[in-house]
């Protein structure tokens, strides 16, 4: 009997590591923390100038931005794999009147991402539009599907600029959720009645290929700010 028993703990302690060791392997790692590895320009077979690595975060140097001859653009996508249905999870942070996004389902060939894919907005609330003189939307704002979906304002917890905060995108055809420091702040339905009313009527009315694709590239905006990215990883759905 005793012997029995041993020999059910030992199968359960394997199943269990077994089931850890999976769910673990689930996730993609597409920031390595020490490389650009996987990364490029939008539209380039190189990263930009400007865009490094260094202390352990994916950065974007405004300085070394402006140093360099370079006529690309200066957004970046992971470039080794597309990704449909996702569970996409980093951590970044910005400096004050900071400004960046976050792309999926991006495809090349286009000018830029913003027209034909979504993003998850990065911006400091708070300080950007006395920077610019200028109004902060909601739609723009920190956390919100840019022009098309706002965040709930009761449940949006940000950090000050210069502090970490972390973001998630959980996408399927059935809803899309986007995150922040651990609290859903907002959710749709793609491609819904709700969803091209609202394309249609907003910023995206004269852009036909906005959120057409259903499946394409995670991007990351060069918006003339520092901006630092890490622990960047995805999960297909």
Not at 198 to 210: I, M
Request: aromatic share 14%; hydrophobic share 35%.
């Amino acid at each position: 009997m005793i012997n029995t028993i041993k020999i059910l703990l030992l199968s359960f302690l394997i199943l269990s590591c077994s089931n850890q060791n999976k769910t673990k392997s689930d996730w993609i790692m597409l920031f390595d923390g020490e490389t650009t590895k996987g990364w490029r320009g939008y539209n380039s077979d190189s990263m930009p100038p400007g865009w490094l690595v260094k202390d352990g975060a994916l950065t974007f140097d405004t300085q070394l931005r402006l140093e360099a001859d370079w006529k690309g653009g200066r957004d970046i996508i992971y470039g080794d794999e597309e990704f449909e249905n996702f569970e996409l999870y980093l951590e970044w942070k910005l400096p004050e009147a900071g400004n960046s996004g976050i792309f999926y389902h991006l495809k090349e060939g286009y000018n830029s991402p913003p027209g034909h894919s979504p993003e998850y907005q990065l911006i400091d609330d708070l300080k950007w539009g006395v920077a610019n003189n200028a109004e902060l939307l909601d739609w723009q704002k920190t956390g919100a599907d840019y022009a098309m979906y706002v965040p709930d304002e009761s449940k949006k917890i940000v950090k000050p600029a210069g502090e970490w905060n972390s973001s998630k995108i959980i996408f399927t055809p059935e809803k899309v959720e986007h995150w922040l420091n651990g609290n859903l702040i907002l959710s749709f339905v793609p491609w819904s009645e709700d969803w091209y009313e609202r394309k249609n009527k907003g910023e995206w009315k004269n852009s036909p290929e906005y959120g057409k694709h259903k499946k394409g590239y995670i991007g990351l905006q060069d918006h003339d700010s520092p901006i630092w990215f890490k622990n960047i990883k995805i999960k297909k759905l």
